[in-house]
């Protein structure tokens, strides 16, 4: 059978913040069975994963997009993969059979034809929402495990802080250090998502960046003891503000840096006199590099989200055309928690 | 016995370039003799470490002087502490006995009272010239071996950039990457000392960074496969060139600054989208840090001096009233190899 398949792409390259008038819903004839010979799967999407690092393979060149696979640069007017949840509708892949439930890299699009060599993977949803293997069970809650266990190696009791807090990784890294016996401080940009880690999500204090004019007197009067690990997930000034405020062999996690994605004249300049005289360490990773606690990560949260003692905070939106929307709307903070596209149901 | 102590001070905070107007030379009386019922150890001067950090402590204010002990902020007028080898010429503590030789805390003066509590121990010269424990068997050295065994865990065969590589610690950490089996280009600031590292001390490579217009191509011409380990002396564009053109999981060690020193306004700020996509880690240090492995690079040290595997690189002004201009001359570069004053015979 051959359908319409609907899909959105960039029209240009994007450099600086994303506008709707980048964006395209093309449409492109597709067969629903795997080419003869191939090992191809044909997937239905169902969710997809809004993410965004996205936007640094859609700039016009990015020294990110030669440093590992995920992240190679899009070509304007081609389909562009992303990690979500579908369901196999032909499959050339002895590992798939018609109608199983997948998680990996597929599209933007109504319909994904996922390759040979493709992450794919059978979804067992573990009695969850399919939604949480994109979230708090996928690559964000690996992000925020392994940037949090592996990168900062905590210690109980030691003062955490996180930012962009009540994004889809800065949730999740600031419920497994309080979880863990760490104090921990989130900073968002509304009183709505300060509300949300104070009350719903046991931060110990949070607060809305955007109501201070001096970031360090901020983070002064929050750790008044100083800080021993920053999550960074924004960069610039507040990195800058992070380290002032760092104590003796403080650790900075940079899990991300949006707030200079779309600047490219916006940079983190850390005071590298306290870097020195603090032995502080400033390291950057990737969740992929945690493949190895992978298991150990689903068994921890898995067993919290039974208990009760972490929460999945999603932001869905319906509808494969709402993705530049929802897209752009990740670097006006508009999402909270993970933010996610549903593009059909099952 | 009483006599008339010559020291060098401040006159002023140092903010900025020092100059020799920031300098003076007092004279205070002193006695030859430990106070009564104290643990005085008194100490007739020899030779004197000229250090970038001490610059530091004569800022009217930095971050750094809240740090650790020996950073503390120096008090215009008063005497000024730093490492040094010298002669013990009357002890209160019975650790010490006339005429000891001894290294640790003295003074940019003539003669030393060392209090209980500072850091001061007898010197063995184990057959090297006195000034070598201040430099290749001193904290210069323990900075470059710490620096790069412990906190760069360096491979065999992994390509090292090192800058400032003729200064007191590049110059060590160099040959210690060489002899580890490492690939090692170096930068200075003219062409004698590029021969030196080249010709000398064993680099694969050197240039003059002052000759080149763009640092970041200049390092691409080095290193065209990558940088995998940078030893970061200056901070500042140097180090925003070496994470440009660092491969994955490279890591820069930060064993100083010296660039940022004498302009506040000056920073590092290396591109996070590199650091995140490359894992790189930048992490600070200090010599201090590695007493735990003292042992072993006082043994691997010496064993490779003795060998001729090691050279010690020494630039030794006579008389205390030069400390300034010593001092001084760190920070334009005159200096090549560890900076001493020999402020008396013993």
Redesign the interface.
Known sequence: MEVSNRYITIKTHVDGAPKESHFELKTAALLLSAESGSNDVIVKNLYVSIDPYQI?RMKSQ???QK??SF?VGITPGEIIDAYGVGKVVASGNPRFEKDDLVVGVITWGEYSVVKEGTILNKLDPMGFPQTYHLGVLGFSGLSAYGGFFEVCKPKKGEKVFVSAASGSVGNLDGQYAKLFGCYVVGCAGSKQKVELLKEKLGFDDAFNYKEETDLKSALKRYFPNGIDIYFDNV?AEM?EAAV?NMN?FGRVA????IS??TDAGK????????????????????AA?FMNVFADFISTTSDHLRTGNMQAVEDITPGLENIPSAFIGLFRGDNIGKKIVKIADE
């Open positions: 640094n990015s020294s990110s440093a590992i992240s960069g990195q002032a003796a940079v899990c991300g840096v200079e994605y940079r983190a300049a850390p005071e590298m006199l306290d870097v020195v005289y603090k032995r502080i360490t400033i390291r950057g990773f990737l590099d």
